[in-house]
Antibody, heavy 125, light 110 residues
Framework: QVQLVQSGAEVKKPGASVKVSCKAS????????VYWVRQASGQGLEWMGW????????GYAQKFQDRVTMTWNTPISTAYMELRSLRSEDAAVYYC??????????????????WGQGTTVTVSS | QSVLTQPPSASGTPGQRVTISCSGS????????VYWYQQLPGTTPILLIY???QRPSGVPDRFSGSKSGTSGSLAISGLRSEDEADYYC???????????FGSGTKVTVL
């Protein structure tokens, strides 16, 4: 079945970086965008950015523009999100999600129809 | 502060109909599709409605979505106890060039 499996929980010190992985299975990895979303404890959902493994394009929310990098490894159908210069307010559950289907330069969005299980990132000195 | 405004809470008794609004602007809801997600307590969000009013397979037809101008809405008819959850609207924002979520609405079944 279609699923996204994320890497395990992380504990980081302020100023460090974290890299979360998201392994896709059950579908053609290069046919869909991957979105990244985070949720601090008791708070709402916050979109961080997107990546398209086929076109090679990425797009980041302005808030994270200078601290986040989204990459991927197509042969192993895995997406990565790295967030640098961590601060306490970056403590959250980070989710990857399958985004729009893209082919031949056009995309069809059905929303984030598949989500990873989430990765808890704790930032503490 | 989200660019999409949702009421923080909504409630109803079993069997009632509850409606949640999602107010935006011309750069987001007014010119793009609206999506709705349900997040049950302690779980990962799931897609409830896509492209304003389409239901993914497996989503009960008690859930329906609509959009008019710069506002979207989610209706839950025949409210059930298992519908107690947080509900988020979302859409693309052309000005921000990014996806945005509403602040979420907590639905309580009385």
């Amino acid at each position: 079945q279609v699923q996204l499996v994320q890497s395990g929980a992380e504990v980081k010190k302020p100023g460090a970086s974290v890299k979360v992985s998201c392994k896709a299975s059950g579908y053609t990895f290069t046919n869909y965008d991957v979105y990244w979303v985070r949720q601090a404890s008791g708070q709402g959902l916050e979109w961080m950015g997107w990546m398209n493994p086929n076109s090679g394009k990425t797009g980041y929310a302005q808030k994270f523009q200078d601290r986040v990098t989204m990459t991927w490894n197509t042969p192993i159908s895995t997406a990565y999100m790295e967030l640098r210069s961590l601060r306490s307010e970056d403590a959250a559950v980070y989710y990857c999600g399958r985004g729009p289907y893209c082919s031949g330069g056009s995309c069809y969005s059905r929303g984030m129809d598949v989500w990873g299980q989430g990765t808890t990132v704790t930032v503490s000195s | 502060q989200s660019v999409l405004t949702q009421p923080p809470s909504a409630s109803g008794t079993p069997g009632q109909r509850v409606t949640i609004s999602c107010s935006g602007s011309n750069s987001n809801v007014g010119s793009n599709f609206v999506y709705w997600y349900q997040q049950l307590p302690g779980t990962t969000p799931i897609l409830l409605i896509y492209r304003n009013n389409q239901r993914p397979s497996g989503v009960p037809d008690r859930f329906s979505g609509s959009k008019s101008g710069t506002s979207g809405s989610l209706a839950i008819s025949g409210l059930r106890s298992e519908d107690e959850a947080d509900y988020y609207c979302s859409t693309w924002d052309d000005s921000l060039n990014g996806y945005v979520f509403g602040s979420g609405t907590k639905v309580t079944v009385l």
